[in-house]
Nanobody, 126 residues
Framework: EVQLVESGGGLVQAGGSLRLSCAASGFTFDDYTIGWFRQAPGKEREGVSCISRSDSRTYYADSVKGRFTISSDNAWNTIYLQMNSLKPEDTAVYYC???????????????????WGQGTQVTVSS
């Protein structure tokens, strides 16, 4: 069974950095994408970034482009989201999710996740 566990959230001042990690396990095939989503209180869930397992291509929402970087370790056991130049509006619970790509087009964030982690809180103070 697919399991995803996030870590690395916390409290940081505006302009600071955090690195989120998503420990991923249980995959039996390679046609999936790992996405990072976030949800702030009273707001809709937002797809932030994603990376393809099959060809490692990446995608970033405009709100984080140039500030966030998604990557994976060589074994695809852990997917990272490096967040730099953080802003108060980046405050949210961040979730990683596995998105199965069969029948879906790139970028797949709009399809949501097929499996989700429990989330990690990121708070950016002004």
């Amino acid at each position: 069974e697919v399991q995803l566990v996030e870590s690395g959230g916390g409290l940081v001042q505006a302009g600071g950095s955090l690195r989120l990690s998503c420990a991923a396990s249980g995959f039996t095939f390679d046609d999936y994408t790992i996405g990072w989503f976030r949800q702030a209180p009273g707001k809709e869930r937002e797809g932030v970034s994603c990376i393809s397992r099959s060809d490692s291509r990446t995608y970033y929402a405009d709100s984080v482009k140039g500030r966030f970087t998604i990557s994976s370790d060589n074994a695809w056991n852990t997917i990272y989201l490096q967040m730099n130049s953080l802003k108060p509006e980046d405050t949210a619970v961040y979730y990683c999710a596995a998105i199965f790509m069969y029948g879906r087009t790139w970028p797949p964030l709009r399809f949501g996740g097929d499996y989700w982690g429990q989330g990690t809180q990121v708070t950016v103070s002004s």
